[in-house]
């Protein structure tokens, strides 16, 4: 079973500041999530990698497979960016993603 | 498309009480799933389906049962509540089976058992 860590596990920043949240897993994996999930809100997919880096406005993925570790990175960060981000390693079973247990974000005015 | 939906969105049971969350989706996936999600933990698979007619157990499965006649829908029912089944509960689906397929996910249903 593959164990996903995230770190830290709560992080405020303030407005502009670039944010970085790393995760780690510990088994070789066919892809690398990032999640998004808004207080009381749903999940939403942000991205999914299996090397090298992925860039959506903002938002910045990379991971590096032969050290097991993937990083989130916000720019310019806003209060909007303010959510809990959760990364999941995906196995190539059936049984789909092991969760981390997510990095709550808060971005200050 | 209106993706994945869920309902209700809220929920109040009482000890021993049974029920169905429903979950749908229109994008023709054959991979449906069901997680938990509590407090401090990450997200826990419940059930899962590969297609119509094919269910399997996730990590924390007891309590549950799951169906799937349909692509579309996939309820999850609880057979007797229990007040550790307080938990907001997701439904997701994906185009494949795998993680390395992107996941939908549903807005949720928060359920409180008393």
């Known amino acids: 079973k593959n164990e996903v860590e995230q770190s830290p596990q709560n992080l405020t920043a303030q407005e502009g500041e670039f944010i970085t949240i790393n995760c780690s897993y510990s088994?070789?994996?066919?892809?690398l999530h990032w999640l998004q999930q808004h207080p009381g809100g749903g999940i939403v997919s942000l991205f999914m990698l299996s090397s090298g880096k992925k860039k959506h406005g903002r938002l910045i993925a990379t991971i590096n497979i032969q050290e097991k570790h993937s990083s989130l990175h916000i720019t310019a960060s806003h209060p909007r960016d303010s959510a809990v981000y959760i990364c999941?390693?995906?196995?190539?079973?059936?049984?789909?993603?092991?969760f981390g247990k997510g990095t709550h974000l808060i971005i200050q005015p | 498309n209106a993706g994945v939906t869920q309902t209700p969105k809220f929920q109040v049971l009482k000890t021993g009480q049974s029920m169905t969350l429903q979950c749908a989706q229109d994008m023709n996936h054959e991979y449906m799933s069901w997680y938990r999600q509590d407090p401090g933990m990450g997200l826990r698979l419940i059930h899962y389906s590969v297609g119509a007619g094919i269910t399997d157990q996730g990590e924390v499965p007891n309590g549950y049962n799951v169906s799937r006649s349909t692509t579309e829908d996939f309820p999850l029912r609880l057979l007797s509540a229990a007040p550790s089944q307080t938990s907001v509960y997701f439904c997701?689906?994906?185009?494949?089976?795998?993680?390395?397929?992107?996941?939908?996910f549903g807005p949720g249903t928060r359920l409180t058992v008393t």
């Open positions: 997701a689906s994906s185009d494949g089976q795998g993680g390395g397929y992107e996941q939908y």
């Open positions: 999941a390693a995906g196995g190539g079973g059936a049984d789909g993603l092991t």
């Open positions: 088994v070789g994996i066919s892809a």
